[in-house]
């Protein structure tokens, strides 16, 4: 993998994430319809709007345990995401190698008697992007396929992988 390759792979997982997070604000919104409505005209830094299932402050892991608790068995979705999120959110990237590539990418823990403990590793080559943006993408689809099962369409379908 190269340069390009790592950036476009790293782009369609974030994105890819963000999307997943928009679509289970978007489902949690519909299911909550008396929610306040927030005025886009209002979306600027001091601009005070209600809060609501998009201008929340829950976290990936609260959004997916609330969406989890109202659908259906089939679709839900996968918890340990949140792992993958916090991973790219707050790990470390590596290379044990002179041409950079393939990437390593190093969770720590919290400091404990001036000692931090490794958490996660994941090498990020080719295969890892490939499993982890799909396994992204296929969550998206099942957020998009509960709001089908209820009628709504205003998610839409996600851009291909």
């Not at 919104?29 to 929340?56: C, I, M, Y």
């Not at 990237?93 to 590539?101: M, P, R, T, Y």
Request: glycine share 6%.
């Amino acid at each position: 993998m190269d340069n390009k390759a790592y950036c476009e792979n790293l782009g369609k997982l974030v994105g890819n994430l963000h999307s997943l997070e928009f679509a289970l604000r978007a489902f949690l919104h519909k299911q909550n319809a008396d929610e306040p409505q927030a005025n886009h005209q209002d979306f600027r830094v001091g601009g005070l709007v209600p809060e609501n299932s998009f201008t929340n402050y829950d976290s990936l892991g609260g959004l997916i345990e609330k969406f989890n608790a109202v659908v259906e068995l089939t679709f839900r979705v996968a918890l340990d995401l949140v792992a993958l999120r916090d991973m790219l959110a707050h790990g470390r990237i590596a290379s044990k190698s002179e041409g950079l590539f393939p990437m390593e990418l190093v969770k720590f823990g919290k400091p404990k008697n001036k000692m931090v403990s490794v958490e996660a590793v994941a090498i990020m080559d080719a295969e890892w992007f490939k499993t982890k943006i799909n396994l992204v993408y296929q969550q998206i689809l099942k957020v998009v396929k509960a709001s089908q099962s209820r009628g709504w369409n205003e998610i839409g379908e996600p851009a291909s992988m």
